[in-house]
């Protein structure tokens, strides 16, 4: 059974710096596409940073230059490095995988199974 659960979220100070996690359970990351989405309240989920079976990574525009990407296929772990934070990335962030392939990295829709996510606030 698939699992994906995140962790690494919190309060922060804008221009502070976050590492999300995401352990992943019952698959092989090395197999799927994973993802980071986020929401807020009120507002559609919004793709921020993904990763291929094979390392190709896509971001938001948004969060280019201030995110990055990256997977431990050895511990099926999925990080989201988050620097120079500001109060407009605060949202719940979601972790998703996709076995082989997606046809847009950063479309929610894609993506066959979800986290429960974990809550970034960044205070002005």
């Known amino acids: 059974q698939v699992h994906l659960v995140e962790s690494g979220g919190g309060s922060v100070q804008a221009g502070g710096s976050l590492r999300l996690s995401c352990a992943a359970s019952?698959?092989?990351?090395?197999?799927?596409?994973m993802g980071w989405f986020r929401q807020v309240p009120g507002k559609e989920r919004e793709g921020v940073a993904a990763i291929d079976r094979f390392g190709r990574t896509s971001y938001a525009e948004s969060v280019k230059g201030r995110f990055s990407i990256s997977k431990d296929n050895a511990k099926n772990t999925l990080y989201l490095q988050m620097n120079s934070l500001n109060p407009e990335d605060t949202a719940m962030y979601y972790c998703?995988?996709?076995?082989?392939?997606?046809?847009?990295?950063?479309?929610?829709?894609?993506?066959?199974?979800w986290g429960q996510g974990t809550q970034v606030t960044v205070s002005s």
């Open positions: 998703a995988a996709r076995f082989w392939v997606v046809r847009d990295a950063l479309r929610d829709s894609d993506y066959t199974y």
């Open positions: 019952g698959f092989d990351s090395s197999r799927y596409c």
